[in-house]
């Protein structure tokens, strides 16, 4: 058998965030598979097929992609971000597993990305600079019990937590409940960091405290596209003049010297 | 004040894995600055200067590039990875907020890379699907209580761990006090995947379980250049004749249907 799939990281949306081993994986496709947005990032190239589906249907997406490939077909498909964090390569990876025993034997390749977290953090300093969490507010896939006891834990025992997937038209209530649970444990003062488009044209960026973030994101309409990073104890905000704050989480804990 | 301080991000050892942004900051710096091992991979060009430190001089560095910046230059800190994940870019905050205020106007801007646990998690599948955390090891900065108590929160709470800096000469026993605290939490069957030296020629990636993984540590050599992932309850290890086990975590939780 000589399919192939390969799951490619397109980045953020800026194109310089697009790495070559990307670029050189949509070049040799014979068809792209994808959620319209995705693939509309990616040129159109003459005699590759185009398989356009929508953002809920990620694992039906997944076992076409794979029966093209098992066709003998080089197939393509694309992700934002990185392909690996909340995103195709885990549906595809089940769909194998639950698939005809052929598809453990075609070529699969991931193809890493900079993922929204890394570019969020990028625009304001260094706010994932020591130990982090992500976490999806997503209660699709998981109860919110399970999302409570997470921001919990990782609130608790001290680590940044970038929050992905915080708000949509169908979950509308989440991000603010978990602002509310993280202010159990951190001080109203806590740095966040709200990132909406980053890398797109309508990119906006805004540094705000735990205690204003919901007024923040209410004011921003935070949505599948924002990425929010909740600091630490001991992250720190750096205010400059007429510039975005630093933000960022010191390489070594309080009381132990670099 | 014209000065300009890109700290870049060149992502793991393979150069295709170096983004157009971080090409270009780089091309457009005046001086370099780096651990040495990391300007190793960056080309020479004409009328650049390249200033090598040793990799414990992480805040000495950091000033010497605002210095260098603020007369002016535009200078270019490089690391590998991402920059802002257990990296410099927090070193160069930290600098900005003790300096001097001439520094907080300075245009720092912070290039992302593909970070490590992005790159390791490619070459098996998607093992960082769903909810994980990112936890450095060393000791150095941080009392080892407090990585035990990350570790317990984190594994107690379902997250996939990624283990950076899992091992020195100076820290030789920490990872596999890391594995027996884990196994507190975690079935021995859990998936646990090392990946050495990912994107470069003597690469070397391994999957194998919670239960044997301190044997398979000592095996590998285990060191700085390793990033250890190990899986939650969920993350599953699927076998394939003849290639690594792909690993993934599911998208949805136990019980919940996607």
């Known amino acids: 058998m000589s399919g192939r799939l390969a799951v490619i990281g397109l980045g953020p949306g800026d194109a310089r965030w697009l790495t070559p081993e990307a670029e050189a994986a949509l070049a040799a496709a014979d ?3 994808g959620y319209g947005p995705y693939l509309d990032r990616v040129p159109a190239r003459p005699g590759q097929a185009r ?3 929508d ?3 990620e694992g039906e997406r997944a076992a076409a992609a794979l029966r093209h490939a098992a066709n003998g077909a080089a197939v ?4 934002g ?3 690996g964090v909340f995103a195709m390569a ?3 990876c089940a769909a194998i597993e639950a698939g005809p025993a ?3 034997q075609l070529d699969l390749v991931v193809v890493p990305g900079i993922t929204a977290m890394l570019a969020v953090a990028a625009r304001v300093g260094a706010p994932l600079g020591h130990d982090f969490c992500a976490l999806s507010l997503s209660d699709n896939l998981k109860p919110w019990q399970v999302i409570e006891k997470r921001l919990d834990a990782a609130a608790g025992a001290g680590f940044v937590i970038a929050l992905y997937n915080p708000v ?3 979950r509308p209530w989440q991000l603010g409940a978990a602002f509310d649970r993280l202010a159990r444990h951190l001080p109203a003062a806590t740095p966040v960091v709200f990132g909406r488009a980053v890398g797109r044209a309508d990119e906006h960026v805004e540094v705000t405290t735990l205690g204003a973030a919901g007024v923040v994101a209410a004011e921003l309409a935070a949505d599948m596209a924002t990425l929010v990073i909740v600091g630490s104890p001991e992250t720190r905000a750096v205010a400059r003049d007429g510039r975005t704050p630093l933000v960022y989480t010191p390489r070594a804990s309080a009381g132990v010297s670099a």
């Open 168 to 170: 949509s038209r169908a």
């Open 55 to 57: 953002n809920r249907e």
């Open 102 to 104: 052929a598809w453990r």
């Open 76 to 79: 393509a498909m694309v992700s």
């Open 81 to 83: 971000g990185d392909p």
């Open 51 to 53: 398989h356009t589906s």
């Open 31 to 33: 068809a792209l598979y």
């Open 90 to 92: 885990a549906a595809v």
